[in-house]
């Protein structure tokens, strides 16, 4: 992970830096981490269906996404924003700002409304997602969930609704929602604040790079956790040429919503070669990948942490010392060697002999299972 860091921090500094201590808050949002297991699947990675508390206290399910797909979603807006021009970046805020201010000055279970056909309604909550209303004279049906995104899409066209069929056109139905009816009233109590408020001001959204970092991707069931997924992450086909429909699809608020990765977006996957768990590791997988091997005698500078130079020289001897052992004995090569990152727990020259006892003899004898010179490679180290 110390490497996947380095390389996130370059390619969101574009070449200005690799020290990921040093990224803004701001910065580091544009990474993700995430460390996959056995376990670990399609849910918890894209989206699932995970349970809720409903209002009334029953209990129900809702489709929630995964980190990843919450993950892409940070990215693909930057990337969708930065090729929009300063005139649809105003539209667009100017919408926002209208929707914000007619639901914070609303009364929530208390102000009513009236659809076309007078069924009077009144909003119980609002989130990121959905607007909640309840409809009390609807014996069979009194709360309903209106799409929050529906309602922006229609401000943001800049088109004229004059009636519920006019939404239905817009969206590409035969017919009409339940919905569409009280989307419609929302829509014209929002767009006369529009109206009324003084056009915003814009500026262009620089593209940003994002970095998901997956630890030990080699443990996790690769094609039970991405899924169709295989297909968009391939860099031949990301942005729309690789769109795909998930899984659940079918339960989305616009069934026709595809995913795609956009180009702005790095996968980092590390893994330890000498783990059982590679042999296994997807091929279809391994394709889509370019692989850098890190070898334990490189990247000694993370060890610039350690309390001084003479700690930090010391644990680079023994270190080195230790790995020449290891690369000599019939039953070990250099993938068994021990990387720097070891040596990060040391705090005072004793702490050594803890080092070994603790650590490495453990990890050295589940390597081989006792088929060396143990006494010898003490010595070394």
Request: proline content about 2%; glycine content about 4%.
């Amino acid at each position: 992970s110390y490497l996947a860091k380095k390389i996130a921090a370059d390619i969101i500094t574009k070449g200005q830096s690799d020290d990921y201590t040093s990224l803004t808050d701001e910065q580091k949002k544009q990474v993700e981490f995430v460390q996959f297991h056995p376990s670990y699947d399609y849910s918890d990675f894209v989206e699932g269906l995970r349970p809720k508390v409903n209002d009334d206290g029953t209990m129900g399910f809702e489709l929630q996404d995964g980190i990843f797909k919450k993950f892409v979603a940070r990215a693909r807006k930057n990337y969708e924003n930065s090729r929009k021009t300063k005139e649809t970046i105003a539209k667009e805020i100017s919408v926002q700002e209208a929707m914000s201010e007619f639901f914070s000055n609303i009364e929530l279970g208390a102000d009513t409304f009236k659809t076309i056909n007078e069924n009077e309604f009144t909003i119980t909550s609002v989130d990121d997602n959905y607007v909640y209303i309840s409809i009390p004279a609807n014996a069979s049906a009194n709360k309903l969930t209106l799409n929050l995104d529906e309602i922006r899409r229609m401000l943001e066209s800049g088109k004229v609704f004059d009636k519920v069929k006019d939404i239905t056109a817009f969206f590409g139905k035969t017919f009409a929602t339940q919905g569409y009816s009280y989307d419609y009233i929302i829509y014209k109590e929002i767009l006369k604040l529009k109206n009324k408020a003084k056009k915003s001001t814009a500026k262009v959204e620089e593209q940003k790079n994002y970095i998901f970092i997956i630890d030990e991707i080699n443990r996790g069931e690769i094609s039970k956790i991405f899924g169709e997924l295989f297909y968009s992450i391939d860099p031949g086909y990301r942005g729309k040429a690789g769109e795909i429909s998930t899984q659940y699809s079918n339960m989305h608020s616009d069934p026709e919503e595809k995913f795609y990765v956009p180009e702005n977006v790095y996968i980092i996957g590390t893994m330890n070669d000498i783990d059982r768990s590679v042999d296994s590791f997807d091929f279809a997988m391994r394709r889509r990948f370019r692989f850098v091997e890190l070898k334990a005698n490189e990247h000694t500078d993370m060890l610039n942490s350690l309390e001084n130079d003479e700690l930090k020289a010391e644990a680079i001897r023994r270190m080195t010392s230790l790995n020449n052992a290891i690369a000599s004995e019939k039953d070990l090569n250099e993938n068994y060697q021990i990387g720097a990152s070891y040596f990060l727990k040391l705090k005072t020259p004793d702490d050594f002999n803890k080092l070994w006892t603790d650590y490495l003899k453990p990890l050295l004898q589940e390597y081989i299972q006792g088929m060396y010179d143990e006494e010898g490679l003490m010595n070394r180290f």
